[in-house]
């Protein structure tokens, strides 16, 4: 499958049980992908590119260039963009073009965009056959330090967030850090929901050395750019390589997701994935900060420095009482009890299974502008900054 390229000062190697899993890439183009491939022993594979309708017109072409000189045939399947294509019928149309086309054991899927194509192509690649083998080609802030890292696939179901999926680890990541300078704001925000959470959880220097930088971050600095895609990756892969299929302490990962997701079903989708995290993670320091484990100041900056980045503090239009309801149809119930995953402090989370429904509650509604009393002003994300 490939050995290390321990002089490669680009490349991150990602380690399962102690072994040699695969290599994360960061390079300024798409120039190299054909370099970095030749460790995968594709010589007379082939290999599909599942994209979607946004990321097509972007990268399809140059992608297809670079891959041609290193695969006998490259094939395209091009899926509509949107968390409410992350489904199983979408799967089914990949299945169909892939056997149509005669794909073996052999050959190779290719994931280039966001979190929802990975997710999704690597869920297809889980499954086709048993099992081929896939690489991550994310072009999105989020799906680049987050979603194409650590072997996680998945589809929703009924809008249920990644309920049908398996761990099924890339064969490569190839992460080109100038496509971030033209991703919408939007995204990137969406992206910043994600970053912000891998300092809390796991790196306190980091978490404040994003604060201190912010400016640098929000003007695209390509060196801050890089600097931050790579903390990212190296803290996800330290989490990942202790705990591959999450039996432990991988769900940690999972801060602000418990909360993020119920609002991201009963929203049907409106919001990013980002911005839903980063709802979720107030919710989740706010119940840190009311258990005494974070001080009233570090609570209020974990909350304004969404606003600083684009996130939003707030949301309309639900009922408390459903985002409740609506996290116990949650992927990480445990014999009937939540995985809650909560600060001890800045930098150090863990995971808890008794946050009660009052906690989640009285966060939940510190957040919901129909329950805010007297509010003068409210402060919820209008797309703008």
């Keep these: 499958m490939g050995t290390a390229k321990k002089n490669d000062k680009n490349a991150i190697t990602v380690r399962e049980n102690g072994h040699f899993s695969y290599h994360i890439f960061l390079e300024k183009s798409f120039k190299e992908l054909e370099n970095c491939l030749s460790e995968l022993e594709i010589q007379d594979r082939r290999v599909c590119i599942v994209t979607d309708t946004n990321v097509a017109p972007l990268y399809l072409e140059e992608v ?3 891959l041609s000189s290193c695969f006998r045939q490259v094939e395209e399947y091009i899926i509509p963009a949107g968390e409410e294509h992350k489904t199983l019928d979408t799967v089914r149309g990949l ?7 005669g794909f073996d054991r052999q050959d190779v899927l290719a994931a280039l965009g966001g979190g929802v194509t990975g997710d999704l192509t690597g869920f297809a690649a889980a499954t086709y056959l ?4 896939f690489i991550q080609i994310p072009t999105t802030l989020l799906s680049q330090i987050d979603s194409s890292i650590g072997g996680k696939t998945g589809v929703d179901f009924d809008s249920y967030k990644n309920m049908v999926g398996a761990f099924h680890q890339p064969a490569l990541v190839y992460i080109n850090i100038s496509v971030l300078s033209t ?3 939007e995204q990137f925000a969406s992206g910043m929901g994600e970053l912000l959470k891998s300092g809390l959880i796991r790196d306190a220097d980091f978490y404040e050395w994003t604060i201190e930088h912010m400016s640098d971050i929000e003007e695209r600095d390509k060196e801050t750019l890089r600097y931050m895609v790579e903390q990212c990756c190296q803290i996800k892969r330290a989490v990942v ?3 591959p299929q999450e ?17 991201e079903k009963l929203k049907n989708f409106e919001l990013l ?10 919710a989740a320091a706010y119940i840190s900060w009311k258990r005494g484990y974070l001080e009233e100041d570090e609570f209020y900056e974990i909350r304004d420095m969404n606003v600083g980045f684009g996130l ?9 009482s459903d985002i409740i309801e609506a996290t116990r149809k949650d992927k990480k119930m445990n014999a009937g009890k939540i995985k809650f995953i909560l600060l001890k402090k800045i930098g150090k989370a863990y995971i808890d299974h008794e946050v009660t429904d009052e906690e989640m509650l009285e966060a939940v509604n510190s957040m919901n502008i129909s329950m805010m009393d007297g509010m003068q002003e409210s402060p919820i994300y209008s797309g703008t900054k």
Excluded: W
């Design 95 to 101: 299945y169909e073009h892939l056997i149509q086309k």
């Design 64 to 66: 297809k260039n670079c």
């Design 130 to 133: 048993r099992g081929i083998r």
């Design 183 to 185: 991703l919408p704001e």
């Design 312 to 320: 939003p503090i707030t949301f309309d239009g639900l009922e408390s």
């Design 241 to 243: 390589e202790k705990d």
């Design 273 to 282: 994935h980002g911005q839903c995290v980063s709802l979720g993670m107030v």
């Design 247 to 263: 039996k432990g302490e991988r769900a940690i990962l999972n801060f602000g997701h418990t909360i993020g997701h119920a609002i």
